[in-house]
C-alpha cells in the first residue's frame, strides 16, 4: 500500500490522542476534503484490501456510502478473510471489527440526527455477523450492549438462534455461550432455561468454566 493511502486511511491528527485509530475520530475532526479522499479511492481503487479498509473507515464516520460498500465487501468474504487476526488466539476477527465499525455508524449517524434510518441500515451487515458467529469464533458480546443499550428487540431471534448453534461447542465458541446466555436471561428467562433443560445443562454449567 502506498503511503500516502496508508496515511489517508490510518492518520490520526496530534490533537486527537482520544483516537486509537482513525475510525475512532470524532466528526469535527474529521475534515470534509479527507472524506472526500476516502470516497475517491473506494470508487477507483482494485485492490480488495484498500477498498474494504475505505470502506470500513467511512462506514465508522457514519457514510451510507461505505456501509453498502462494506456489505459487499462482507458478501465476498474471501476476499476480507485475515485482514484482523485475533491478537492473542490467532483466529480470523475481520467480523468482529466489522461489528464494532457497523455499531460506530449507527452512532454517529444517530449524533447526525439519522436515528431510526440508521436502525434500518444496520439490521443486515449485523444480522448476517450474529449468523456467522454461530460457526466462526468470533465474539459478538458488542451486539449484546448494542441491543441492550438501544433496545432494539428485532435482533433477540436471532440472538435466539445465535445460542442454539453454538450451546453444543463450547471448545469454540467458550465465553461466548454465557454471554448469550446472559442476555438473552434478560430478554426471554423462560427460552434459556428450556434450552438449558433440553441439553441437560443448567446456567451454573456455564458459569467459570472458561477460565
Given at each position: 500500500m502506498e503511503r500516502k493511502i496508508y496515511d489517508l486511511l490510518n492518520s490520526v491528527p496530534d490533537h486527537a490522542d482520544y483516537a486509537v485509530d482513525a475510525g475512532d475520530l470524532d466528526l469535527e475532526d474529521v475534515p470534509e476534503e479527507r472524506i472526500n479522499a476516502v470516497r475517491t479511492?473506494?470508487?477507483h481503487t482494485d485492490d480488495d484490501t484498500e477498498r474494504f479498509l475505505a470502506a470500513k473507515?467511512?462506514?465508522?464516520?457514519?457514510?451510507?456510502?461505505?456501509?453498502?460498500?462494506?456489505e459487499q465487501c462482507m458478501d465476498n468474504y474471501k476476499n476480507i478473510?485475515?485482514?484482523?487476526?485475533?491478537?492473542?488466539?490467532?483466529?480470523?476477527?475481520?467480523?468482529?471489527?466489522?461489528l464494532m465499525t457497523v455499531i460506530r455508524y449507527?452512532?454517529?449517524?444517530?449524533?447526525?440526527?439519522?436515528?431510526?434510518?440508521a436502525r434500518a441500515q444496520v439490521y443486515a451487515p449485523?444480522?448476517?455477523?450474529?449468523?456467522?458467529?454461530?460457526?466462526?469464533?468470533?465474539?459478538?458480546?458488542?451486539?449484546?450492549?448494542?441491543?441492550?443499550r438501544e433496545?432494539?428487540?428485532?435482533?433477540?431471534?436471532?440472538?435466539?438462534?445465535?445460542?442454539?448453534?453454538?450451546?453444543?461447542?463450547?471448545?469454540?465458541?467458550?465465553?461466548?455461550i454465557t454471554d448469550a446466555i446472559d442476555f438473552l436471561l434478560k430478554v426471554d428467562e423462560p427460552f434459556v432455561l428450556s434450552l438449558l433443560k433440553e441439553k441437560g445443562k443448567t446456567v451454573d454449567d456455564f458459569k467459570g468454566k472458561f477460565d
Open positions: 479511492l473506494l470508487s473507515l467511512l462506514t465508522s464516520w457514519g457514510v451510507h456510502e461505505g456501509l453498502l460498500v462494506l478473510e485475515g485482514s484482523y487476526p485475533h491478537r492473542l488466539r490467532g483466529y480470523d476477527d475481520t467480523y468482529h471489527q466489522v449507527f452512532s454517529n449517524s444517530a449524533d447526525s440526527g439519522r436515528a431510526q434510518e449485523l444480522s448476517k455477523i450474529i449468523m456467522s458467529s454461530g460457526h466462526m469464533p468470533f465474539e459478538i458480546a458488542n451486539v449484546f450492549d448494542f441491543v441492550d433496545q432494539f428487540l428485532e435482533y433477540v431471534p436471532l440472538i435466539k438462534q445465535h445460542l442454539v448453534s453454538i450451546i453444543d461447542n463450547p471448545a469454540m465458541h467458550r465465553w461466548k
